[in-house]
T-cell receptor, first 111, second 114 residues
């Protein structure tokens, strides 16, 4: 079973701190990785994609990929209460748009 | 630029009935994927269509089917509804649907089976 695993949380961080969200995947053929943010009752919103080993930064968000360890992470700097949401990690499964999602990590940013 | 549009937003159906959900992708996007989201199972892939052809299918029973029209709009059908089919159904569109192309979700259709 090809899986993407995440800690369900909740992960609680104080406002202004760095939130670190982690994800592991089992399918070694996966090439593309995505982080989605989903607010309660809303649909997932793409916030980051990463395809190569290393770091990718976009504003307060940094995605990190380590294919050797089959590990993806998302760092959120200067966390804000508006960042409180469930963060979904996803990996492609080598087929056209067959993307496998983790069950998500719930992040709570405490003012 | 309009986003992904799903209709209807909410549905209540009775066990044994069938239902059809609609998804209009972002203009120019040719790939439409469908997902089922439940609290216990998270987001599960149903199938993906590209240029009116189903290219990929998840592990769902044959009661779940779909199609895509020449304008890239897609429909998903669930026959003989079961209580366990109650879920949020999401569609996502992407430009070409190949690896490295990001997908954008619609607001979803909340289906309740009673």
């Amino acid at each position: 079973q090809k899986e993407v695993e995440q800690n369900s949380g909740p992960l609680s961080v104080p406002e202004g701190a760095i939130a670190s969200l982690n994800c592991t995947y089992s399918d070694r053929v996966s090439q593309s990785f995505f982080w989605y943010r989903q607010y309660s009752g809303k649909s997932p919103e793409l916030i980051m994609s990463i395809y190569s080993n290393g770091d990718k930064e976009d504003g307060r968000f940094t995605a990190q990929l380590n294919k050797a360890s089959q590990y993806v992470s998302l760092l959120i700097r200067d966390s804000q209460p508006s960042d409180s949401a469930t963060y979904l990690c996803a990996a492609d499964s080598g087929g056209y748009q067959k993307v496998t999602f983790g069950t998500g990590t719930k992040l709570q940013v405490i003012p | 630029k309009a986003g992904v549009t799903q209709t209807p937003r909410y549905l209540i159906k009775t066990r044994g009935q069938q239902v059809t959900l609609s998804c209009s992708p972002i203009s120019g996007h040719r790939s439409v994927s469908w997902y089922q989201q439940t609290p216990g199972q998270g987001l599960q892939f149903l199938f993906e269509y590209f240029s009116e052809t189903q290219r990929n299918k998840g592990n769902f029973p044959g009661r779940f089917s779909g199609r895509q029209f020449s304008n890239s709009r897609s429909e998903m059908n669930v026959s003989t509804l079961e209580l366990g089919d109650s879920a949020l159904y999401l569609c996502a569109s992407s430009l070409l649907g190949i690896t490295n192309t990001e997908a954008f979700f619609g607001q979803g259709t909340r289906l309740t089976v009673v």
